[in-house]
């Protein structure tokens, strides 16, 4: 492309990601920052949401420090679901104190979450948008309305069994496919990952029913898991998501939806609200 | 579960296929099923369709049969995406004939086209449902309106440069994530997996820009790919969808939607289009 070709094409996504001020771009809290290091050296990096299940987001902190994800594995791969890790087995308990039933954090009241809307139909709630660096949803707008996160690509959730069951956190998966809304409400979610996810997503997918691996060997070893305040501070990595609520957000959001250029013939006017969370990048530390 | 429990029990997904009648399902056309084979012995079945990119389809079974994609290459695993194959190498032509440009098969006329509606709110158009076994949208209802297949998880489309080319169907891409639902009405959609997916989507993520290998070395190789028409009837697969339009697939889709068993507590009340397509069986030949 010549550069007066180059002059008048339209800003792309990764211009307006670029161009985004300091102030726009939001950093994870050290608390809130899970580091799920795999056997291969690999690390999947996850931003924990207290603003949706802090109880259980409180649960998983300290299972992660009393070392109960440490050797663990990734046991379960269901193309176009889940991958699903921690100890996989139901004759280990969690540590003291850390195994009890937790509320059922599958929703919150609306009031005191900021959504900023995402201004599309979505096919599951009356309204949806991004809060923090999160898909969110709610049924309303009113005072009583409630709001819960919406099970999109890397988002992660708590496995639990049948009803009223609703897991301890002890284990965890994440969605890798079409995303499941259908589950939405019916889950506590608790994060999502920001960075390394493919190191997951390509994982061989099980043979047994479910996506679970069929022999213990098949699984990933969990090396270790860990909350990245607890690392010295110089090892620590460090996530910025941009906020959602930012100018820039707002223009990276319409371009998503309504791409008109060189390779677009013909924009969309509308995007998915998994196919639009806020854009992510690693800091410095 | 004892049997007075199981009696009550809601009937599963799985329940509703297993009952549904021989009539309520149809077989691929075995000119319509291209079967890519890959070096370590394992094979992906795709639907092509016809229906929506007639000329595209046509082209697409003149390179199988030239043998075009033999000995080519999966050169592309862009995770929550595409994986992409083909000969991958812009240096080489593709057979006589078969490269010329191709008419922009993004669209079609809806008239002519059965499509069973999904009758929840979609996100990117005013109609969407199923046709055959793929899933379609329309832009209206009247006799102008225009009709495509929708970018959802599985769905083969046609690689191409940017606009006004088309692409000649030498180069291949499915979608394996969060479906690009925008991309919708840009690109020439040809066909649907069916099977062995896995074998694509579990592949290692190519870490150069959009997801392509760095190193040739990275690519799997494709051996050969066949329509199974050309094989001896003996070695021929067989694939059959549960029919859109039966009462089977109307009670699943309702189900889909509605979940409300032992580990759903909440219904969701509708379903995404990408996540409740016509389900597929292997049959034999």
Redesign the interface.
């Known amino acids: 492309m010549d550069k007066a070709a180059a002059a008048k094409a339209p800003l792309s996504s990764a211009d307006i990601i670029a161009a985004a001020a300091p102030g726009e771009w939001q950093r994870v809290d050290a608390q809130d920052l899970m580091l799920v290091d795999l056997s291969d050296g690999s690390r999947v990096a996850i931003a924990l949401a207290p603003a949706f299940a802090p109880v259980h987001v409180a649960n998983i902190r300290a299972l992660v420090r009393a070392h109960w994800f440490d050797a663990g594995t990734i046991y379960r ?1 269901q ?2 679901y889940v991958v699903q890790w921690g100890q996989g087995d139901d004759d280990k308990a969690p540590p003291q104190g850390l195994g009890k039933a937790l509320p059922a954090e ?1 929703e919150r009241p609306a009031a005191g979450l900021p959504i900023t809307p995402l201004p ?5 709630a009356p309204r949806v948008g991004y809060s923090g660096a999160f898909p969110a949803a709610a049924d309303g707008a009113g005072k009583d309305a409630r709001s819960w996160m919406a099970h ?3 988002i992660v959730g708590v496995a639990r069994g ?3 069951d609703t897991g301890s956190g002890g284990e965890l998966y994440a969605v890798m ?10 889950i506590a979610l608790v994060g999502r990952v920001l960075d390394g ?2 190191h997951m ?5 099980g043979t047994g029913a479910l996506g679970f691996y069929e022999k213990p060997e098949q699984r990933t070893v969990v090396k270790r898991v860990q909350i990245a305040a607890d690392l010295p501070a110089e090892a620590r990595p460090a996530y910025e998501w941009l906020r959602p609520d930012s100018a820039s957000f707002a223009k990276w959001l319409h371009l ?2 309504n ?1 008109q250029d ?14 639009a969370m806020p854009p992510v990048r690693r800091v410095k530390s």
């Open positions: 791969v193309d176009n599958y599309y139909r979505d096919t599951f999109c690509y890397g049948l009803t009223p496919g079409q995303s499941p809304r259908q589950l939405d409400r019916n996810f493919e997503t390509a994982l061989p997918r998503r939806a791409r060189t390779f677009y013939a013909r924009p969309a006017g509308a995007i998915d609200l998994c196919n």
